[in-house]
Each structure stands twice: as structure tokens, then as C-alpha cells.
């Protein structure tokens, strides 16, 4: 018997009944497909993290409504329709995800076939299916997106003899697909071990080694998928988590599913952490994607982490916005512009999160995600994460940012070492992140007009000082002094016939 909230804030109350007037279908934005549409509205996606939060339905002691209903709390101080929470969502558990901690009981999607804990991959779990629903439909009445993954790369490529080996019953050693667990077939189709490149998990396409046996189960655990999902046309498909296939792989399933469903498709690739290109296979990575028309969007979380950029908060925020442009030149060039989601970002503290979350908004992405809480102070991360997630949705209902763009050369100069990103729409609206900010003079080459300047705290969105109306010149910069005391600030210009 699932568990349920009893008690719902009138927050979340109005949040649902606002969905409910909607089919809460999600799509690519035709105005500007740098973003997602819901119901044909442009919207920007704002998410936060939970424990086991990546893998919710597979464990049934994970009450994931409490969380549901949280980040519906904080999306809705957006008070707009333009801005949506997102979940991230694993429908089967990958056995290794080693950052919640243990637990006691997991539900895959195919039913056991003996005691000995063996699956039938031809027969599906009821329970599974009705949790997965479920959750689907409680993030639907809310009106949130899921980005649901259809593999894991985790699971498959770490193992005996993989990228690195988690232990007895971990990753591929208790994957279902491995000959070991399942009762369909033995060693002579798939090995019970692995490879952190080349996995035989992936070899089985038609243009690979053939494998006819275990490919048919593949087919029928996405056709499964693919009939639940019909009903939700909130979801995401993307494609795998961090995946280190290569590019035929990634094409395969693209083509397969994009031929069976209305929903969109992309993808999520592990990068080489050094470039940006793919860890496995150099072409599966977020530049090529992002100008392939077969996918509707790319994950780009792995190709902006802080993992490419030295664990440097700040460094990563800017990096990755720099990237983030090179996605959109090379989509242009291919006339194949969609949106890139981050759905998960690594740096998760109280200080250094916050700067992240915020330079995806100003860096041109269509969402901003926390991954995890970390290990140190759980708690106070995660109230951290929800509330600095709560305070960029709340900026973001109140910008047309589906009419601004990323233009990071409009700050001309700024105090110190102070870093800067802008998104602006010239004339009505600039958005400034300042980080590592001194307090001094910043000069922005605004448009001429008579503005309101409001400076923001990122984590709570509370206003630094009173409000000020100020004259941009047009034929030279507008200074802006920064306040003291704030190392992170946000300044929002509104034209004031605009704002």
C-alpha cells in the first residue's frame, strides 16, 4: 500500500488545480526551441534532489510524494506558468547508486521467476508498474516534467572485469540481464561479466554481434515502458544515464523509440571529462547530439559538470555557459536548435551550489537541477538545494526568458575578480549573476532607457537594498555599483514601461 500525504499546503493545492486546467503535454517550444512548452507555454525547469530521489520506484520504502509536494511548494513562488519543477527518474534500480545508503527492499520491473531471486524478462511486476503510475501521475497533477531514463549505463558497464567492480550483487553482477540473474538464457548469449567500454549489453544490435535473444528483451522492456508511459505526456525520455555506449547504440534506440511514441527523445552522454567528448566513444557527446535532428533534446548535465572544469564552482558556472554557447553555434549551423536540459549538477552546497543552478538559467539551458545532497550535512543541503531552487523559479516567472538570450559580452567590466554572466532581451530586460564579487563599479552596455535595478540575494531571492530607477545612456555603459558584503548577487534591470 503506497503511502500518501495526507495534509497538502494550499501552495500545492493551487499548483495542481492550475495543472489540471491543462493536459500538461511537454514539448519543444516553436517560438524559441532553446526551450520546452507545456501546453504550448514556454517554460523553464527548475529542479532540487532527495534521497534515492534517482530511483524512487524501484524502492518502495522511498515516499516520494513528501518530496513532490516540497518542490511544488517552492516552484509555485514562481506564481507562473513559465516556470515547472522536473524529477529525474530511473524506473529500474541500478544496484550501485552508493550515495542514499542502504536499503531493504527493491522492485524491478520484471516479475521473479524462483526463489533463488532470478527474473523472467518476458513477464513485467504489477507492483512496479502500478508505483511507476503512480508517480507519473502525481507529478502530472502538479504539473512537472519527468525526465525518465530508459537505461543505466552504471548498471551495465560496472561489474566483474567492468570500469571498476562494486561487489556481489551490484551493477551487471545483479543486473537482471545478466545470465546469473534471469531465467531466459545462459553464458552463450550474454557473459556474466562486463567492460567499461564495449559492454556486451550494448552488442547486440542487428549491426553488431546479433544477439537476437537478449535484443528481443530489450524490445520488450522499452515497448512495456513505452506503453506506460502513453498515458503521460509530461514525460521525457532520455534515452541513459551517463551513457559510455557509442554512437550506434545511442542512434539505435533513438530511431526505435522516436518511431513508437508522441514523447520526446534525447540523450544524456558521459563525457571524457577532459573536452567534452564522449568516454567511450568520442562522437557520443553533447556537441554532436545537439546537431543530430533525431534527438529532441540532450542532457547535457556530464558535458557541464564540475567534473570538466576543475570542481571550481565558479569556473564550472562560466565554463559551462561558454560551452553551452557552442551547442548553440553548432546548432544553428545544422538548423537543429532544441533544448539542452541539466538535470542533475553536481555541486550541491550551500555556498557553491547556488552559483551553479543560477548560470544555467543565465547560460542559455533549458532547466536547472540539483543531483545530490552529499554525505556531509544531508539535510541542510537539501533544505538549501529546494530553497535556492524556489527563489531561480521565482526570478524566472517573472522574466521573458524565452525572449532573452545569453549575452555575456554586455558586461563590459566589473571590480576585482568579479565573473559575470547576463542574459538580457536589450532594452526590457537584463538578468546579471556576479560572482566572486568585490564591491566597486560594474559597467553593462544596456540600451538606452530608464530602468528598474533591483539586487537579489540567489538563495532566497530577498532584495538587497530598496529598489532604484536608473538612466542608461546608450552611448556608454551603465554603472552599476555593486553592494558590498555579497561575494553572489543577482541584478534585474526591468525597463519600466516594461516591468
Not at 127 to 132: A, D, K, Q, V
Not at 310 to 325: L, T
Request: aromatic share 10%.
Amino acid at each position: 500500500m503506497m503511502k500518501q500525504c495526507l495534509i497538502v499546503s494550499l501552495a500545492v493545492l493551487a499548483a495542481m488545480a492550475a495543472a489540471q486546467a491543462g493536459e500538461q503535454r511537454v514539448g519543444v517550444y516553436e517560438a524559441n526551441p532553446h526551450y520546452f512548452a507545456m501546453d504550448g507555454a514556454p517554460v523553464f525547469l527548475v529542479g532540487a534532489t532527495y534521497p534515492h530521489g534517482w530511483t524512487p520506484i524501484s524502492r518502495p520504502e522511498i515516499d516520494y510524494m513528501e518530496t513532490l509536494d516540497r518542490l511544488a511548494e517552492e516552484v509555485g513562488r514562481a506564481e507562473s506558468d513559465n516556470v515547472r519543477g522536473v524529477l529525474r527518474c530511473l524506473p529500474y534500480d541500478p544496484l550501485n547508486h552508493l550515495h542514499d545508503g542502504e536499503i531493504t527492499e527493491v522492485i524491478q520491473p520484471w516479475r521473479e521467476a524462483d526463489d533463488e531471486g532470478r527474473y523472467d524478462l518476458g513477464e513485467f511486476e504489477p507492483e512496479w508498474e502500478e508505483r511507476l503510475r503512480h508517480y507519473l501521475g502525481a507529478a502530472q497533477e502538479r504539473g512537472f516534467v519527468v525526465a525518465l531514463e530508459v537505461w543505466d549505463d552504471w548498471s551495465v558497464t560496472r561489474g566483474e572485469n567492468g570500469a571498476w567492480d562494486p561487489g556481489e550483487g551490484a551493477a551487471w553482477n545483479g543486473h537482471p540481464f545478466n545470465p546469473d540473474n534471469n531465467v531466459n538464457y545462459g553464458e552463450d548469449v550474454l557473459p556474466t561479466t562486463t567492460q567499461g567500454c564495449n559492454a556486451p549489453f550494448y552488442q547486440t544490435l542487428p549491426d553488431k554481434d546479433n544477439i537476437e535473444q537478449a535484443l528481443e528483451y530489450q524490445h520488450a522492456y522499452v515497448d512495456h515502458l513505452l506503453g506506460i508511459v502513453a498515458d503521460y505526456p509530461n514525460v521525457l525520455l532520455t534515452l541513459s544515464n551517463e551513457t559510455r555506449a557509442d554512437l550506434a547504440w545511442s542512434r539505435y534506440w533513438a530511431d526505435y523509440i522516436g518511431e513508437r511514441t508522441s514523447h520526446l527523445v534525447g540523450e544524456m552522454p558521459s563525457t571524457n571529462r577532459e573536452d567534452g567528448g564522449g568516454e567511450c566513444d568520442y562522437d557520443l557527446n553533447p556537441l554532436t547530439l545537439s546537431a543530430d535532428p533525431r534527438y529532441d533534446y540532450v542532457d547535457i548535465a556530464q558535458g557541464v559538470s564540475r567534473h570538466e572544469f576543475g570542481g571550481d564552482p565558479v569556473a564550472q558556472a562560466v565554463g559551462g555557459a561558454e560551452r553551452i554557447q557552442t551547442y548553440f553555434d553548432a546548432m544553428n549551423e545544422a538548423g537543429a536548435v532544441k533544448p539542452l536540459l541539466v538535470i542533475k549538477d553536481y555541486t550541491n552546497d550551500q555556498q557553491d551550489g547556488p552559483i551553479v543552478l543560477w548560470s544555467r538559467l543565465l547560460g542559455g539551458a533549458a532547466s536547472s537541477r540539483f543531483h545530490r545532497s552529499g554525505e556531509d550535512e544531508p539535510e541542510q543541503r537539501i533544505d538549501a538545494q529546494f530553497r535556492t531552487a524556489g527563489s531561480l523559479a521565482w526570478l524566472a516567472g517573472r522574466i521573458p526568458f524565452w525572449e532573452m538570450a545569453p549575452q555575456h559580452d554586455l558586461m563590459e567590466s566589473a571590480p576585482g575578480d568579479t565573473q559575470a554572466l547576463v542574459l538580457a532581451k536589450p532594452g526590457e530586460c537584463y538578468v546579471v549573476q556576479f560572482m566572486e564579487a568585490s564591491a566597486g563599479e560594474a559597467q553593462l552596455a544596456a540600451e538606452q532607457g530608464t530602468y528598474t535595478l533591483r539586487w537579489l540575494d540567489p538563495v532566497t531571492a530577498d532584495a538587497i537594498g530598496e529598489s532604484q530607477t536608473v538612466e542608461a545612456p546608450g552611448d556608454e555603459p551603465l554603472t552599476l555599483q555593486l553592494p558590498e558584503d555579497h561575494d553572489h548577487v543577482i541584478a534585474w534591470l526591468a525597463a519600466e514601461d516594461e516591468g
